[in-house]
């Protein structure tokens, strides 16, 4: 069906906060699925303004699910992933989600694949989050020394 367009106002206060460049990045960092994809039917990027390089494209992406990850937005990890938003060189969206103590949006990001790192477990150890930690060990994520700092 057609992407039902959202509230004027809050159109307006997004293009106005972010501008089309950083429209997708700002509707991931307040949740709102709605206004993701009424972003990118009118074709704005993941994130960014599409002058980047390929290697800084994929920088874009991830600072997309970055956002997503880190408020805990599930729903719009899954819409991302679901539509094409790529996750290959995106390492660090398992560690802002442990680091926020997301534990259902690091399961998720791990189901589907993403890549995570001795720093997924360093963080979710740093900030209290022993349920993240647990899950992300128990699933074969490596960790370090640091961790344990």
Do not use: I, S
């Given at each position: 069906g057609a992407i039902r367009t959202p509230p004027p106002r809050l159109a307006r206060a997004a293009l106005a906060t972010a501008g089309y460049g950083k429209l997708c990045r700002y509707a991931a960092a307040i949740g709102n699925l709605r206004l993701l994809k009424w972003a990118r039917a009118r074709g704005c990027l993941w994130n960014g303004d599409g002058i980047e390089s390929v290697i800084e494209n994929s920088r874009i992406y991830e600072t997309m699910l970055e956002t997503a990850a880190s408020k805990g937005h599930l729903h719009l990890l899954k819409y991302a992933h679901e539509n094409g938003c790529p996750s290959e060189l995106c390492a660090s969206t398992c560690g802002e989600a442990?680091?926020?103590?997301?534990?259902?949006?690091?399961?998720?990001?791990?189901?589907?694949?993403?890549?995570?790192?001795?720093?997924?477990?360093?963080?979710?150890?740093?900030?209290?989050?022993?349920?993240?930690?647990?899950?992300?060990?128990?699933?074969?994520?490596?960790?370090?020394?640091?961790?344990?700092?």
């Open positions: 442990a680091f926020a103590g997301h534990l259902d949006c690091l399961q998720y990001l791990h189901e589907q694949g993403f890549p995570w790192d001795e720093e997924t477990c360093r963080f979710a150890a740093t900030r209290g989050h022993l349920d993240c930690l647990k899950y992300a060990h128990e699933h074969g994520c490596a960790w370090n020394t640091r961790t344990c700092e």
